[in-house]
């Protein structure tokens, strides 16, 4: 015969325990079906004489009030802010991988160089580099092209980097003014769903 001892949280087994006159005698059927349900995150209490079991803990930051789980105010606090910041990760990595997409096939050289390439191509500094450039190229008839061919994907960079950039800001104040899990939710999804510019 299987015994629940409230006080402990704990079954207890006749002739192997000293059983508490205040233990709730259970059934064999009764012991396993309340083992398997403690195991899969229910918790197990006395309610008007029987033993019975919570519905499985949501998270391991929810707690058993005696009628619900409910996460109290100082970890839903914490909790909503430990998403934010998994959410703002996840928004710069993509990010990331959205600007990697677009620099396919260029050497960490030539992407350090952009910059330089476009205050040469803009008039802003003497044209050391696209002159080099320019010389090591035989499908150019000027260095005037080339300064064309720079400016060109140096706006075309700019705006694409630009509409990347309102993007994840965008995001970003979303996940700052959320101010429940279910919000974050829902920004989560939305972050999911974005594939493209």
């Given at each position: 015969?299987?015994?629940f001892d ?6 207890l087994?006749e002739?192997l ?5 205040d233990?709730?005698?259970?059934s ?7 083992v ?6 229910c ?6 004489n029987q033993v019975?079991?919570t519905?499985p ?5 929810h707690e058993?009030?005696g009628?619900d ?11 909503l802010?430990?998403r ?18 677009y620099?396919?096939g260029?050497?960490?050289a ?7 390439q476009?205050?040469e191509?803009r ?6 580099l696209?002159?080099?450039i ?13 300064k064309?061919k720079v400016?060109e994907?140096a706006?075309?960079?700019?705006i694409?980097m630009?509409k990347?950039?309102?993007?994840k800001q965008?995001f970003?104040k979303h ?5 429940t899990i279910?919000q ?5 999804q939305?972050?999911?769903q974005w594939?493209k510019?």
């Open positions: 015969m299987y015994f409230n006080h402990i949280n704990a079954f087994v002739g325990h000293d059983i508490p006159v233990a709730i005698a259970v064999d059927n009764e012991y396993e079906d309340l398997a349900k403690r195991d899969i995150g918790l197990l209490y006395v309610d008007d019975k079991a519905p803990q949501p998270s391991p930051t058993w009030d009628k789980w409910v996460i109290s105010p100082e970890k839903q606090t914490a909790l802010a430990e934010k910041t998994q959410l703002l990760n996840v928004i710069a990595n993509k990010t990331d991988n959205f600007k990697a997409q620099l396919v260029y050497s960490q030539e992407i350090d160089s952009f910059y330089r476009e205050r191509a008039n802003e500094l003497p044209t050391m696209l002159t080099e320019f010389e090591g190229r035989d499908d150019l008839s000027s260095i005037e092209e080339l064309k400016i994907k706006d075309l960079f700019a694409i630009g990347l950039f309102a993007i965008g970003e996940i700052d003014q959320a101010e279910e974050l939710d829902k920004i989560e939305e972050i999911n594939q510019l």
